[in-house]
């Protein structure tokens, strides 16, 4: 896998490099995962997934069967949201997913053109009053709920110390979408780069900014518990890249 990753055959794994192979392993899982369930919902085997073969496939059943009020409740919330994710997208208007339309559906994270349903679903699962804002007791009550009563622990007064300073850039007490959209989808800030640096930071003996086989396997467990090896997976598995 070490000679995978070195793009120049240098011997050496740089930054660059660890980066690039990061976002392909990030890649290939993603449509992976979504050939993984293709089958499930292309129930007419015509290589597209309508949005009605996708809903019944999901709730058809729950719909017509459940008699309890509360499922009944949640699963009429979802199948719109879905519905709303769905036609977004569906960039041609078919009302069928090709299988890139189908993964933008699955991982709208991925996708440029889906990162305002990301932020309104986060919005609406925070938003608990239904202002279309997060203030920073809907922003702390998503990551803590204070059941007992006490005293707030240190890293909840850290975070509204974060919500106050950074969060809410504006500073008008709430957060808006283009500010969830700063927190939850940051534009300047490179997860694949980001882990890369951490991996040659902390696996880099003599400090030459780029890794020897030896620096990488010496350092083995760093990178089974990280994305360049899919969490380890990919040490398992024979594949060429």
Do not use: C
Request: overall charge negative; glycine content about 4%.
């Amino acid at each position: 896998i070490v000679d995978r990753i070195d793009d120049n055959k240098d011997g050496y794994l740089t930054t660059e490099e660890l980066k690039n192979w990061i976002k392909r392993v990030q890649k290939r899982y993603i449509y992976e995962n979504v050939a993984k369930v293709w089958k499930d919902y292309d129930l007419n085997k015509d290589d597209k997934i309508a949005w009605e073969e996708y809903k019944q496939a999901t709730y058809g059943y729950y719909l017509e069967e459940f008699q309890d009020a509360t499922d009944q409740h949640s699963f009429k919330k979802m199948l719109p949201r879905d519905e709303r994710r769905f036609k977004t997208a569906d960039l041609d208007g078919d009302l069928a997913a090709t299988r890139e339309e189908f993964t933008a559906f699955l991982h709208p994270e991925e996708f440029e053109h889906m990162k305002n349903i990301v932020v309104l679903e986060t919005l609406e699962d925070i938003d608990k009053n239904e202002d279309g804002f997060v203030d920073q007791d809907e922003y702390i009550a998503d990551m803590f709920a204070n059941e007992e009563g006490g005293p707030e622990p240190d890293w909840v007064i850290t975070e509204r110390e974060q919500f106050a300073d950074f969060r809410d850039i504006n500073k008008d007490g709430k957060m808006d979408k283009e500010e969830i959209q700063q927190w939850i989808l940051p534009q300047d800030y490179d997860h694949a780069l980001a882990e890369a640096r951490h991996l040659v930071y902390e696996s880099d003996v003599d400090k030459d900014q780029k890794l020897t086989k030896e620096e990488v396997l010496d350092n083995w467990n760093m990178f089974v518990g990280s994305q360049a090896t899919n969490y380890g997976e990919d040490l398992t598995r024979n594949h060429d890249e």
